[in-house]
């Protein structure tokens, strides 16, 4: 736009259409993402600033605006706060853990012969393309008190994984890993193939230990890979929803296991305050961008071009 | 020039935005129209075995149409379980709604708040037949004084037995709220395997009348202007009666504090319960389980030896839509959907309770099974709160939430019921 200020007549209308051009050629997308993008953000803000429950939806009553009220009401809520708390630790405990599997993993695969690391790819990406109603079916099955094999194989007799708070997160995590510890692996190891050989070997030559290669020269050469994968799960394990919901029964006993999302739809679908799960949403929102940012400005802080 | 161009530009595709995307709310677009012909469109729930009651319905539908020239009704029977997803979408978008529907007696309030429901208390009271309407059942179809409906049918819950094994410890049937608590702790005592009583920490309606035994509620108040009442003493004491039966010597907590309604059935159905407190609606799924014809029922005893503890008036009601633009009509069909006939092909085709007294009466004589859910009903049932924030507290778990933060011995019933009723309250206030 500063080119609109330069004086020459002649530049002006080059720069006009130099100015336009590339607008045009954005357009479809810029169209595609307004609609399914802006347009669905844009109505959640606005929603989250009225009063709109089932209520104004059918028309039995006016909407009303009601400012900040939505937000002032959920941050009073205790439980708000303590889900919030809960999900911002289970989501971190979700990616460091993914990421310490897929990235193992990944090495894993580089090291193995062929037969062992066919047989892990085809694992993980059953567990990659299991649908994840099934997956959290299966586990609870797993873990099931009366019928699963895994209390009988640690000998805990009927304990319920469900019923402690702790023993319940620590369940859907595992689920959770299992289900997108795949996508680290494969995109993981898909990096460590295109590094050089030579590279590694020299590292090798020079007596670095695997944890020592892993730490100063794979890490470092795979960060633009890493950064997306851990971008990916933040956003991912943050918005965790069929996991707790199918597993937890809908956020354990007397509510020990919500997280924001299903939260969020309690509030929103289960009980009709469209505008309080609105304001949720956009608290989501706002935090997982100010993460995404935040993240991406240390390191671009530390010298990398992404 | 050129930028103010684009900030014109820019400017407009903002404000378009905005104004393009605020919420929307259903218009009244047939509202207040009365056609006398057409097709009419109706949502019946669709039940497990479906066919006897589409029987039933199909020869009612049969006669409506005899009854009106050019007249056509379409039936759809809607799933349960999305059943509020769809009435949801029904008051939203009134082209595509029906014009009678069936639905749950505790939402009553609700849908009428969402402007849903059509008032037809003139033509209700104006029917000869609704003076043999039980109370409870008119009183699940009333809001404000209004009626928005027609009972349909009436479920209640009563206590399911095993006869064998009381038989073989030589126990008797509990006639008071005590001996039905050490009842339970004896068989599990002896038979460890079994739960004396199934209790669920998710099944409210199976706790409340432990609560209304000892003469608490669960709100005080007019239509309105609720208050919660269940941090009141009595209420208290009914709270700790149920909450006493889950542990170990009962049922454990660890298994039971998340279980529902539908899994303490499916715990006797499937023989690991004593005992357990279900509905006359629960008889096809203990029928078809392995203790069928070593049960009997009775109804579910209260506080004094030998009374009855009062139990929830369930079940469904029929109602005509606000938006239908064929009122007179669809009153019509819903009188005839919920008349005494319809409700008494209906008991003998699915077994669902009559809400007329008189065609009760005759129902229990014919059919022994149904006669302690009948009794229970004779003694007097309860009901929840006609308000629209019934269907909140409901669907946000604050009674299961306080039952299972006493039962897993996070709070004591004095905290976890001071919780409670706050959450109630906060729901009344905002949604009267």
Redo the contacts between chains.
């Keep these: 736009?500063s080119r609109?200020a330069v004086p020459s007549g002649r530049t002006?209308a080059k720069?006009?259409r130099a100015?336009w051009t590339p607008w045009f050629y954005v357009a479809p997308a810029l169209l595609v993402l307004?609609g399914l993008l802006?347009?669905p953000v844009?109505?959640l803000g606005?929603?989250s600033v009225?009063e709109?429950t089932?209520?104004?939806?059918?028309?039995?009553?006016?909407?009303r605006f009601r400012g900040l009220a939505n937000y002032t009401e959920l941050f009073a809520d205790d439980q708000f706060r303590q889900v919030l708390l809960a999900t911002v630790g289970f989501a971190a405990a979700c990616v460091v853990s993914t990421l310490a599997v897929g990235c193992a993993l990944a090495v894993l695969l580089t090291r193995v012969r062929a037969l062992p690391r066919l047989a892990l790819m085809l694992a993980a990406l059953g567990a990659w393309a299991t649908p994840t109603i099934t997956g959290s079916t299966v586990w609870l099955f797993l873990f099931d008190?009366?019928f699963g094999p895994v209390d009988r194989l640690l000998g805990l007799g009927?304990?319920?994984w469900?019923?402690g708070r702790y023993s319940a997160f620590l369940l859907v995590l595992l689920e959770v890993v299992w289900c997108s510890f795949p996508f680290v692996m494969v995109t993981v190891y898909a990096g460590i193939r295109a590094v050089p050989g030579e590279v590694l070997e020299a590292a090798a030559l020079d007596g670095a230990s695997q944890w020592r290669i892993w730490r100063s020269v794979l890490a470092p050469m795979l960060r633009p890979i890493l950064v997306v994968v851990t971008v990916q799960s933040v956003i991912w394990d943050f918005k965790v929803f069929t996991q707790i919901y199918v597993m937890t029964?809908?956020?354990g006993?007397?509510?020990q296991n919500l997280v924001l999302n299903v939260y969020a739809y309690?509030?929103a679908f289960?009980?009709?305050?469209?505008s309080l799960g609105s304001a949720i949403g956009v608290v989501m929102l706002l935090i997982l961008l100010a993460v995404t940012l935040g993240y991406l400005r240390l390191l671009r802080r530390q010298g990398e071009e992404l | 020039m050129n930028l103010s161009v684009r900030l014109a530009a820019f400017t407009a595709l903002a404000a378009a935005l905005v104004t393009a995307c605020a919420p929307r709310t259903a218009g009244t677009s047939s509202a207040g129209t009365d056609e006398k012909s057409g097709t009419l469109r109706v949502w019946l729930f669709q039940e497990v075995d479906n066919r006897p009651k589409q029987h039933v319905v199909d020869a009612v539908l049969a006669g409506f149409e005899k009854a009106h020239e050019d007249t056509e009704v379409s039936v759809e029977y809607i799933p349960v379980e999305t059943r509020a997803q769809r009435i949801k979408a029904a008051f939203n978008d009134p082209k595509s709604a029906p014009d009678v529907i069936e639905y749950g007696n505790t939402d009553t309030a609700g849908y009428v708040r969402d402007g849903g429901l059509l008032d037809v208390t003139r033509e209700f009271d104006a029917w000869g037949e609704t003076k043999d309407t039980d109370p409870t059942a008119r009183r699940s179809v009333t809001v404000d004084g209004r009626v928005y409906g027609a009972p349909y049918f009436v479920g209640v819950r009563a206590l399911y037995y095993r006869t064998d094994i009381f038989r073989e410890l030589g126990l008797s049937v509990p006639r008071s709220q005590a001996e039905l608590i050490s009842t339970a702790r004896r068989i599990r005592a002896e038979k460890p395997g079994l739960y004396g009583l199934a209790v669920g920490g998710a099944y409210t309606y199976g706790a409340l009348p432990f609560i209304w035994a000892h003469g608490g509620d669960l709100a005080t108040g007019e239509e309105g202007s609720y208050a919660s009442a269940l941090d009141r003493p009595a209420a208290r004491k009914g709270i700790e009666a149920y909450t006493s039966l889950f542990g170990d010597d009962n049922c454990p907590a660890a298994t039971c504090a998340g279980m529902t309604g539908n899994d303490t059935v499916t715990a006797f159905a499937s023989g690991k319960a004593a005992m357990a407190i279900g509905g006359d609606f629960s008889h096809a799924a203990v029928e078809a389980g392995k203790v069928r014809g070593k049960y009997a029922v009775v109804p579910l005893p209260g506080v004094e030896p030998g009374s009855i503890a009062p139990a929830f008036a369930g079940g469904n009601n029929i109602g005509v839509l606000k938006n239908t633009a064929h009122r007179t009509l669809a009153v019509d069909l819903m009188k005839r959907l919920a008349s005494k006939r319809t409700q008494r092909d209906l008991f003998d085709a699915m077994g669902f309770l009559p809400t007329f007294t008189d065609v009760r009466r005759q129902a229990a004589a014919t059919e022994p099974f149904v006669k302690p859910f009948v009794r229970t009903l004779a003694a007097g049932t309860e009901f929840v709160p006609a308000s629209p924030a019934w269907a909140r507290i409901d669907s946000s778990l604050v009674l299961p939430t306080m039952f299972q933060e006493i039962v897993s011995g996070r709070k004591d019933v004095a905290a976890a019921s001071e919780d409670a009723a706050r959450k109630m309250d906060d729901a009344f206030g905002s949604a009267g």
């Design positions: 736009m609109a002006s720069g006009r100015g307004g802006v347009y844009c109505q606005l929603m009225l709109y089932q209520a104004q939806v059918s028309g039995g009553e006016p909407t008190p009366d009927d304990f319920s469900t019923y029964g809908g956020g006993i007397a509510g309690q509030k289960a009980s009709s305050q469209y």
